[in-house]
Nanobody, 125 residues
């Protein structure tokens, strides 16, 4: 079994910072990519930032235009954990943030698609 567990959400004033964490655990052989999505009330889920491939020194990143220059995705390979550093938070960043990963379990030859349970981020004064 593989699990993704997010943490780090909460209430923050505009202009503040939060760091989200997403830890993958279980019988993991390889991780293809780790991505942060968010979903605000009444809106579709949208990609925030992605990091691919997960392992190696040349991981590539991709950001939504709305967060470029404010959010940074990073990883700790030893801990199978991806982070999302969110600076200069704005009210429109309020959403449930979800972690997604493509993970190959030991004993398999394919990558499964896994999601975390989500963590609420609220930006308000």
């Amino acid at each position: 079994q593989v699990q993704l567990v997010e943490s780090g959400g909460g209430l923050m004033q505009p202009g503040g910072s939060l760091r989200l964490s997403c830890a993958a655990s279980g019988s993991i052989l390889s991780i293809n990519a780790m991505t942060w999505y968010r979903q605000a009330p009444g809106k579709r889920r949208e990609l925030v930032a992605s990091l691919t491939p997960y392992y190696g020194d040349r991981g590539s990143t991709n950001y939504a235009d709305s967060v470029k220059g404010r959010f940074t995705i990073s990883r700790d390979n030893a801990k199978n954990t991806v982070y999302l550093q969110m600076n200069s938070l704005q009210p429109e960043d309020t959403a449930v943030y979800y972690c997604n990963a493509g993970i190959q379990q030991t004993g398999t030859d394919y990558y499964g698609d896994y999601w975390g349970q989500g963590t609420q981020v609220t930006v308000s004064s």
